[in-house]
């Protein structure tokens, strides 16, 4: 594959939402957000309520991938060690030998990370944004592509801690599946639907860093990035938000904005990029003031108010 993105990328994008789709009926919108945050080198917080598909869309994106995958089940007693990996006394050598943690995977499927305790899930933190890990003072590098799919119910439910805004920031997207509509349920139910599928995959690790580089060569002119650095401006001036959004988001957005614009197929990223994923990329990195809750307002409320508030650029 050349090193901008082409029809191949487009079609190799197609064929993992279409993989992925087999498994998860009727969501193929939520599948594409989820292949476009693995494509933009970032990671991916599924939020939903039980039963709706949130570990089956995460274990099938994983299966599409020729590559290391783990899951890590997130539960109250578990241990920064039981993520990252710790020292263990060797008879043979007669030393400690690290032993890697089921983090050291190209893709890990963090399920139910909300159940964890706060220790356990800041234990994630560096890993997503260095790309490594630090045990015993020394640091490992993670291999490449590294993706973490983690899975949480809204934290109303019983169990559940809610995520610090440190490590919400880390997440490139934010995404809810919610219930499938009534022909797919429907298709759900069926005898020959209920039986497991079997994934093959469809593309291997090497192809999906290709895939992320070329994201990199999108252009993005700078009126483009002049209306992203407006958006940022104007969350931290809402009088709905107590926080804003970071650099980070920018960053970020800009990522996702060159890897959607490479899944259709273009070498250029436009402003209706920007709107489309601006509500998944941004809502869940601000913080919106009480008043602002108690007048029923949800950050997907103010994300579209700040987009109908700042210009976009016209044409590319």
């Known amino acids: 594959m050349n090193a901008t993105p082409s029809r191949s990328f487009a079609g190799m994008f197609d064929s993992i939402v279409d993989n992925v789709g087999t498994v998860l009926r009727g969501k193929r919108s939520v599948i594409e957000l989820a292949v476009v945050a693995l494509l933009a080198d970032g990671h991916l917080l599924i939020e939903d309520v039980p039963g709706v598909g949130k570990t089956s869309l995460a274990k099938a994106l994983a299966t599409s991938v020729n590559c290391s995958w783990q899951r890590i089940q997130f539960t109250p007693d578990l241990l920064p060690s039981d993520v990252v990996g710790g020292s263990m006394w060797s008879r043979e050598r007669e030393c400690f030998d690290f032993q890697p943690g089921p983090i050291f995977a190209n893709i890990v499927l963090a399920d139910e990370i909300n159940r964890a305790s706060p220790k356990t899930q800041s234990a994630l933190l560096e890993a997503m944004e260095e790309r490594q890990v630090t045990s015993d003072g020394t640091t490992r590098g993670l291999p490449r592509p590294f993706f973490v799919i983690a899975t949480q119910n809204p934290v109303e439910h019983e169990g559940t801690y809610q995520l610090p805004e440190s490590q919400l920031d880390r997440f490139i997207m934010r995404v809810s599946i919610g219930y499938p509509d009534r022909r797919s349920e429907f298709e759900i139910l069926d005898d020959t639907s209920v039986r497991e599928v079997r994934l093959e995959p469809v593309i291997d690790a090497e192809q999906v860093v290709m895939m992320i580089e070329a994201t990199?060569?999108?252009?993005?002119?700078?009126?483009?990035?002049?209306?992203?650095?407006?958006?940022?401006?104007?969350?931290?001036?809402?009088?709905?938000?107590?926080?804003?959004?970071?650099?980070?988001?920018?960053?970020?957005?800009?990522?996702?904005?060159?890897?959607?614009?490479?899944?259709?197929?273009?070498?250029y990223a436009t402003p209706d990029d920007v709107k489309e994923l601006a509500e998944p990329v941004l809502a869940h990195r601000v913080m919106i003031r009480h008043e602002a809750v108690a007048r029923g307002f949800g950050a997907t409320d103010i994300i579209g108010e700040i987009l109908a508030s700042v210009a976009a650029p016209s044409g590319r």
């Open 216 to 267: 990199e060569q999108v252009r993005m002119v700078d009126s483009l990035r002049e209306y992203i650095v407006d958006l940022a401006h104007a969350s931290r001036r809402h009088p709905g938000l107590a926080l804003g959004l970071s650099p980070r988001a920018s960053v970020q957005l800009a990522r996702a904005v060159r890897a959607l614009a490479a899944a259709r197929g273009r070498d």
